[in-house]
């Protein structure tokens, strides 16, 4: 990528993109379900392969924070999709956690119809996109969104996922996906007469870092605090401003990375992409970023245990048995009883 390329906003190669993209849509419309059909199939083997599905070939990353805006007043009037806030109290947009399988559902809507979009609006959300399809900035009470922006997003995070695989493969990628991303590509990468310019698989993956890159500054993605009363602690956490191509844009690129999926960390309170081969938290379990490691973990629990101390000889004073003390804080009676030996009633 020279510098003129790299100097394009994400907009820009987002909007050329759509209009090279348009006609193969609409070819593949017209080629018939068993070439749709074979197409998802493949792509489904290649990202097992790459290991983004799960055990049970689902696509997904699990969204520890974080909450969308969907509204309830969604319908079709062709060629549009179109959404409002409603007229009463019933018609309130709900406040949903994003679901680990929705980049899934999303992915496959490029192969489906209006009624395939029309349901999973209604289930996730809408895209919120301007007349041009360009990912709006904030959360939009109404609105209406062209149906191909939909077939032109969904493709484009497929054709994402099948490049990204074949790149996990050592392999440079579908042509028609490359096609997809910049239709001016010449999808084998050759080499160029100028020697320092990249070619093959270090050219792919500069150009593939590109379309990441468009994907994380649509997506605007940002962090937000809030009080944790369980915890008793300011946490940060991820802020989608309510929007759904945020949710997309993130779970797509946890998938790329081969993260187990966004988390909070207990010790420097930031989130942080899980690695997969690290074992995925219980809910409520505390967990710690590679960076805040083995020591920040052991810090936590040297803390833990001494609050559960404090909360023993305060209740132990009070008059509480032992036996009482270690059913409330989850002790054995032996532990209890050590930490209360030197405490006068």
């Known amino acids: 990528m020279d510098i003129a390329e790299r100097g394009q906003s994400a907009e820009t190669r987002y909007r050329m993109a759509f209009c090279a993209l348009h006609s193969q849509i609409m070819g593949l419309a017209m080629g018939g379900d068993h070439i749709r059909q074979y197409g998802l199939s493949m792509a489904h083997k290649d990202w097992d392969i790459a290991e983004f599905t799960d055990s049970h070939g689902r696509l997904g990353k699990p969204l520890d924070t974080g909450k969308v805006l969907v509204h309830r007043s969604i319908r079709i009037q062709e060629p549009y999709l179109v959404w409002d806030s409603g007229k009463t109290n019933d018609d309130e947009p709900r406040d949903l956690k994003p679901s680990k399988g929705v980049l899934g559902d999303f992915v496959k809507l490029w192969q489906g119809n209006a009624e395939a979009i029309l349901r999973f609006a209604r289930k996730h959300g809408v895209l919120m996109l301007d007349e041009e399809g360009k990912p709006s900035s904030h959360w939009i009470p109404e609105g209406r969104e062209h149906l191909e922006w939909w077939c032109f997003i969904s493709r484009r995070a497929c054709a994402v996922l099948n490049i990204a695989a074949a790149l996990v493969q050592g392999e440079l990628g579908p042509a028609e996906d490359w096609n997809v991303i910049d239709s001016s590509l010449d999808a084998s990468f050759p080499k160029s007469k100028n020697r320092s310019t990249p070619h093959g698989l270090s050219a792919a993956r500069m150009h593939f870092q590109s379309e990441l890159e468009v994907w994380a500054e649509l997506g605007r993605i940002t962090l937000s605090i809030r009080r944790d009363n369980r915890r008793n602690a300011w946490v940060t956490e991820i802020d989608f401003g309510s929007r759904l191509f945020a949710v997309l844009a993130l779970q797509l690129l946890l998938t790329v990375a ?9 010790g420097c309170k930031l ?3 899980r690695p997969r081969q690290l074992k995925r938290p219980k809910p409520g379990q505390s967990n710690f970023c590679p960076q805040c490691g083995r020591q920040a973990a052991l810090r936590h629990a040297d803390l833990r245990r001494k609050s559960r101390m404090r909360q023993a000889r305060q209740l132990y004073g009070e008059g509480m048995s032992v036996v009482g003390i270690a059913d409330r804080l989850k002790a054995t009676p032996a532990t209890v009883g ?5 405490v006068r009633r």
């Open 271 to 273: 989130p942080y992409a």
């Open 258 to 266: 081969d993260a187990d999926g966004l988390y909070n960390c207990d």
């Open 338 to 342: 050590h930490w209360v030996k030197l």
